[in-house]
């Protein structure tokens, strides 16, 4: 991986493990020579996660909608920014430079762009890694929310296997690095889930 997506919150969060993490993940970008594509903010863990790697001289692009910039949120130190014309066309051009994709602790912006990267790639429409960095046990709630829409039958297995999950940043980015996409049935597999089981 030459380049990481990182989607996450624009506040620091109530716990100090949050920033502590961002700071972390922005020093193992550095030293894995991984260029950081992000939301283009100031603010937040997402301020924390590009200060630190532009301060470690890596490369940061962020991109953001002209709607933010024009509340004056947007970083103005990066090594690129690109402005889009709407949040559709943001995420688009956030996944077009990536080549995986991780979430830090964030609100509902952050849970639906990784929610949709992760449909993505359910649908066979791109082939990148997708995880999340479960820092203080914040995404635990979410990864359980995963395994019981698997049980439910919502969710087939081998498409739960999609979201890689760590505690540490360079263990996530480890897995990242060595994710093979897997062999799935598609997505709309005319049998029902659970069929096999008697469900």
Same mark, same amino acid.
Not at 18 to 24: L, M
């Given at each position: 991986?030459?380049?990481?997506?990182?989607?996450?919150?624009?506040?620091?969060?109530?716990?100090?493990?949050?920033?502590?993490?961002?700071?972390?993940?922005?020093?193992?970008?550095?030293?894995?020579?991984?260029?950081?594509?992000?939301?283009?903010?100031?603010?937040?863990?997402?301020?924390?996660?590009?200060?630190?790697?532009?301060?470690?001289?890596?490369?940061?692009?962020?991109?953001?909608?002209?709607?933010?910039?024009?509340?004056?949120?947007?970083?103005?130190?990066?090594?690129?920014?690109?402005?889009?014309?709407?949040?559709?066309?943001?995420?688009?051009?956030?996944?077009? $430079? *990536? &080549?995986?994709?991780? #979430?830090?602790?964030?609100?509902?912006?952050?849970?639906?762009?990784?929610?949709? /990267?992760?449909? @993505?790639?359910?649908?066979?429409?791109?082939?990148?890694?997708?995880?999340?960095?479960?820092?203080?046990?914040?995404?635990?709630?979410?990864?359980?929310?995963?395994?019981?829409?698997?049980?439910?039958?919502?969710?087939?297995?081998?498409?739960?296997?999609?979201? $890689? *999950? &760590?505690?540490?940043? #360079?263990?996530?980015?480890?897995?990242?690095?060595?994710?093979?996409?897997?062999? /799935?049935?598609? @997505?709309?597999?005319?049998?029902?889930?659970?069929?096999?089981?008697?469900?």
């Amino acid at each position: 991986m030459r380049t990481v997506c990182v989607f996450s919150g624009s506040s620091p969060g109530a716990r100090p493990g949050y920033a502590a993490a961002a700071r972390s993940l922005g020093q193992e970008l550095i030293a894995r020579r991984i260029r950081l594509v992000y939301g283009g903010a100031s603010v937040g863990l997402m301020g924390m996660v590009a200060d630190t790697v532009l301060a470690g001289g890596g490369t940061v692009i962020g991109v953001i909608p002209e709607q933010l910039v024009d509340k004056e949120i947007s970083h103005d130190g990066l090594s690129e920014l690109r402005i889009t014309s709407s949040m559709h066309e943001r995420k688009a051009t956030m996944a077009d $430079l *990536s &080549d995986g994709f991780l #979430a830090l602790p964030g609100g509902y912006g952050t849970l639906e762009e990784f929610a949709e /990267v992760l449909t @993505w790639s359910q649908l066979g429409l791109q082939r990148k890694p997708c995880g999340l960095l479960d820092v203080e046990d914040f995404y635990r709630p979410l990864l359980s929310f995963f395994d019981h829409a698997v049980a439910e039958g919502f969710v087939r297995p081998e498409h739960r296997d999609l979201v $890689l *999950s &760590d505690t540490d940043p #360079a263990r996530l980015l480890d897995a990242l690095a060595a994710w093979i996409p897997p062999t /799935v049935s598609k @997505w709309m597999d005319p049998t029902p889930l659970g069929a096999a089981d008697g469900r």
